[in-house]
């Protein structure tokens, strides 16, 4: 019997985990290849683009699909490498054509942020299998309700911003709250974090 080799089962087991940046550190590690992690709350968007910016710097490749909100100056300034990030649109609304799109984009990059479609659980399955086969990441971003059969991890966070004084002021910072939970997180975990 000829056995076929996946690219997961290419990497050695230090491969297995991709970077994230230090502020993250304290919550989460690293980010292990075949897993899914949604990023809820008001400042999805900015942590999914931190959780992935560590793994972009030391080049991994990004694809953003069905994410026409995330902006490249934010993405940038929260250290994503936007010559190795490539856009690809798709409508959650239509499952099928969603599910195409992220399914090639995992054929060829590490990590992909998209949103998942709200009613479509065989495709967002059949997904959740690619990216186990190819040993990518899949962060999504807003997802109302995350469940144990769509997601590995779940970071949800909210957001309080500094140097605002009253009616006067500069933005200065973004404070993060973010809470670690999820069938593959061996406990809960709350950090504070500071964002640019």
Known sequence: MLAVATASSLLSAADHHLPVPDVLVPVLPGLVRGRVV?????A????AL????????????????????VGTAAAAELGVAL?????????????AEWAERVAAALDGFDLVITRLPTSADRVVRSVRQRVAQRGAVLVTVDDAAPSADRHDLVLDATARWEGLGLGHGHLRHRHLAVRLSGRRAPRPVTAELALP
């Open 38 to 42: 949604a990023c809820r709350g008001p």
């Open 44 to 47: 999805a968007t900015s942590l």
């Open 50 to 69: 931190t959780l992935v910016a560590g793994a972009s710097a030391a080049g991994s490749w990004l694809a953003l699909v069905g994410v026409p909100t």
């Open 83 to 95: 010559e190795r990030v490539v856009r690809v649109e798709a409508d959650p609304r239509q499952p």
